[in-house]
């Protein structure tokens, strides 16, 4: 069993704690947060140990591994001291709020060997894994242009000030939200080289964007578009769709289900001309412990393995977060 700690009992880290608690390879041996309501609680019902101060909880446990799930200004410092003890680490999104912070962690890990994964859970839902494939396969032809979308009610009217509402802890649209559309542009067509035309736009909020819009060019030299409002009361929950044109068809692919039109018939996927469709149920493999999605375990199933097998190859890595960070830099710059 790895013995595994938590820093940040917020949403993300119940939700984790809740998954790495029932996991054949993980042992949660301590958690630490600075609610006391939520530590009393876990003292009560848990069988671990709780702390309000990380740095004693990284001394007195011999941890194997860590998640940090704080808001992100914190995730620099947790994550550099863990690294420093030896600790394999997954960190939540955005990686960082800085590319220096972000590089410093990179560099720690990949010169002490340890595993390190950032929680982008798209690269674990089967729907986008598949569309990743089909396009590998140059189903689509000559790409010509995508749309990168993700629409939610987070903000959809004016209220306190949160950390969500402040840009220098890791709040707003562009770090929350638009960073899960950027990051799986990049896992699905590759990474990307410039923006341009940047519109952030807010609605409610007063210190930050609630509304990112913007050009995207990709190293390949295919451009596309970014569309992300989490004001958005159309939609239940988060909602993040990828549509890819090429010469030879398109790729219409949500978390549920892939719509994919071909000019042709592609036997090497049983496609006919016309409109396929693949659903979710078809594309993802099953899980020991659902909550609120397979991905949720899936990482962390991923997370584990790559622990126990000391494998530092990672599909959700530091470096390839950073990347995202390097966009999200971007945007700001060319909008202000």
């Known amino acids: 069993m790895i013995k595994t700690g938590i820093i940040g009992l917020g949403k993300m880290g119940l939700s984790h704690a809740s998954i790495i608690n029932a996991h054949p390879d993980l042992d949660l041996v301590a958690v630490c947060d600075a609610s006391a309501l939520i530590l009393e609680a876990l003292r009560k019902y848990g069988n671990f140990k709780t702390y309000s101060d990380y740095n004693q909880m990284l001394a007195e446990n011999d941890l194997e591994a860590l998640f940090v799930a704080t808001p992100t200004k914190f995730h620099a410092e947790m994550v550099l001291k863990a690294l420093a003890k030896k600790v394999n680490v997954f960190c939540e999104k955005p990686f960082s709020l800085t590319v220096g912070d972000g590089l410093k ?6 010169s002490n060997n340890l595993v390190n994964q950032v929680g982008y859970h798209n690269r674990f839902i089967g729907t986008f894994n598949f569309v990743r494939k089909l396009i590998q396969s140059k189903i689509l032809g000559d790409l010509y242009h995508f749309v990168g979308e993700a629409y939610g009610p987070v903000v959809i009217k ?7 509402s402040e840009s220098s802890e890791g709040g707003g649209c562009l770090f929350d939200y ?12 590759g990474d990307i080289h410039d923006v341009n035309g940047v519109m952030l736009k807010k609605i409610f909020s007063k210190g930050v964007e609630d509304a990112v819009y913007s050009g995207v ?8 578009l970014l569309s992300v409002n989490w004001s958005d009361e159309t939609y239940r929950k988060m ?15 949500d978390a549920q289900e892939v719509k994919i039109y071909l ?23 099953n899980v020991d412990f659902y909550l609120r999605g397979e991905e949720y375990s899936a990482q962390i199933d991923y997370f584990a393995r790559q622990v126990k097998a000391k494998s530092v190859e990672n599909v959700n890595s530091f470096s390839s977060a950073l990347k995202t960070d390097i966009v999200i830099d971007l945007i700001k710059s060319k909008a202000s």
């Open 239 to 253: 909602s993040t769709q990828i549509t890819v044109m090429g010469t030879e068809g398109k790729i219409i692919a």
């Open 263 to 285: 000019r042709s018939d592609n036997p090497q996927f049983g496609f006919e001309k016309g409109w396929n469709m693949r659903y979710i149920t078809d594309l993802t493999e």
């Open 158 to 164: 004016k209220k306190e000030a949160t950390w969500r």
């Open 178 to 189: 638009a960073s899960h559309v950027i990051n799986l542009v990049q896992f699905i067509l």
């Open 217 to 224: 060019s990709l190293e390949s030299g295919l451009t596309g």
């Open 105 to 110: 962690m990179v560099e720690l890990a990949s």
